[in-house]
């Protein structure tokens, strides 16, 4: 065999009969992921911020264009385990979608609405980048879990942000669609979160998100935080989907209820897929059938 820079059509294939091997068959159109990770896209107040970008290929299409979930992950606010979700957000990115994992400043560092700034940059910057990570920057979609699909929320909600928070002038934040798995999005029930002992106390994680506040004796603060108190007719939001388990311990399925509710009463287009059985997480929100869901409603949104 000549030594020289082949081609992969011109490179000669070994079709050599190997007594006692086996020839498997490929496609070509197999998917795999490479991971891009600790990528800072933003340092706020000397605070780094980071993403974790997971990103498919197949061998027939290296250089294929895809479109970008950048996905926040849960804390309750706190400080994040961005890496916790890595293996069951690849099983969607296996559909065909680049998945940046958003670090935010957690409530130790800023209070809200710290955490939905970062993630609109976030969004900023996949936009800003999308040629080094193969995205059509054009078809952007937002999600997240928990505390993450509460960020997720009003990243699409906010749309006035100053100069100070907009660390990318002249690119846009928006997103064609908002993924919200079993997000705490609202702090107006008083079961909001069953397992919370210190709910609405200052040190809860929701006093937390708010500067260390009694929520009891806050509730202004209380309906600013909660995200059905701040969706009207004319507020400007994507399509939302909502995935919740039915025996949600942390975060009540009625936060989720509520939200789709009011999505609908002020004419937003929303879906919500109560899941049978299952607790705050779990494999139940990563299966195929789910993923399934997931994907034709960001297609549906793209299209």
Not at 110 to 119: E, H, I, R, T, Y
Not at 251 to 280: F, M, P, W
Request: hydrophobic share 35%; aromatic share 10%.
């Amino acid at each position: 065999m000549e030594i020289k820079d082949w081609t992969y059509e011109d490179f000669p294939e070994f079709d050599q009969p190997v007594e006692g091997a086996e020839v498997l068959s490929t496609t070509g159109d197999e998917v795999g992921f490479a991971y891009f990770h600790d990528v800072e896209y933003a340092n706020v107040d000397g605070i780094p911020l980071h993403l974790q970008i997971i990103k498919p290929f197949t061998r027939n299409e290296p250089e294929k264009i895809y479109p970008c979930i950048v996905f926040v992950q849960g804390s309750a606010w706190m400080k994040q385990d961005v890496y916790a979700k890595i293996p069951m957000l690849a099983r969607l990115a296996g559909k065909g979608y680049v998945i940046a994992v958003v670090e935010y400043r957690h409530s130790g560092q800023a209070s809200f609405p710290a955490q939905a700034l970062d993630a609109r940059n976030a969004v900023r910057f996949m936009r800003k980048n999308s040629k080094n990570y193969q995205i059509d920057p054009e078809k952007i979609v937002i999600g997240g879990d928990s505390s993450g699909g509460h960020t997720a929320m009003f990243a699409g909600i906010l749309q006035d942000d100053d100069q100070a928070t907009n660390l990318y002038p002249g690119i846009s934040a928006s997103a064609k669609g908002i993924l919200n798995y079993y997000g705490s999005v609202s702090v107006m029930l008083k079961d909001s979160n069953p397992t919370t002992i210190n709910h609405h106390m200052p040190d809860s994680p929701e006093g937390m998100e708010m500067g260390g506040v009694n929520l009891k004796e806050r509730p202004d603060l209380c309906r600013k935080l909660s995200v059905e108190c701040n969706i009207t007719e004319d507020t400007d939001l994507p399509p939302v989907l909502i995935f919740h388990g039915t025996k949600d311990r942390i975060v009540n399925t009625r936060q989720s209820v509520n939200l789709y509710r009011r999505l609908k009463e002020t004419g937003k287009e929303a879906c919500l897929y109560l899941i049978r059985g299952a607790d705050h997480g779990g494999a139940e929100f990563w299966t195929e059938e789910v993923c399934g869901i997931a994907d034709r409603f960001i297609k549906k949104c793209l299209s």
